[in-house]
């Protein structure tokens, strides 16, 4: 797994509440055996049904940081999702809240979730795509309006993260 320290970029709002892993990517989607290739099918119910969907803007397409509402990755524990978040070429995701099991996914994988206040968050939806900067090593989230606001992380999570070391790794350890 590929070590996460910062990531600097444009922010893609998804400013819906609840979001589950079944949105984020659809059964019908999960018959592959490897673990890349996920990224096109996210949201691929709403990218279908919605002429706007957030994410088929040019100016959100490439942001590696995904901005949602609160509880975003509940529903069943579908490892699919995070790795096609990653996959899309999301680094981290910043929400008022996360599912456990969704959570521990994406540490697992690199990908960062990072919880913050709602009015952080609100703040960074209504500015986007303008870019933020997550800082692992300092455990802060550089607002566009170039706020600092710190978050927080288990340790053991922060560290595996912080040298790329997934569970293989560690064992190999």
Known sequence: MEAFTTVTGATAPLDR????????MPKEFLKRIERTGFGEFIFHNWRQEEDDFVLERPAFRDAPILVAGPNFGSGSSREHAPWGLQDWGFRAIIAPSFADIFRSNCTKIGLLP?????????????????????DLEACTVT???????????DEVVRRNLLNGWDDVALTLN
């Open 143 to 153: 607002l566009p309006s170039g706020r600092v606001v710190p978050f927080s992380i």
């Open 114 to 134: 990072v919880v913050l206040p709602a009015a952080d968050v609100r703040e960074l939806i209504d500015a986007a795509p303008a870019p933020a900067t997550v």
């Open 17 to 24: 509440a609840n979001v589950d892993t079944d949105q984020i």
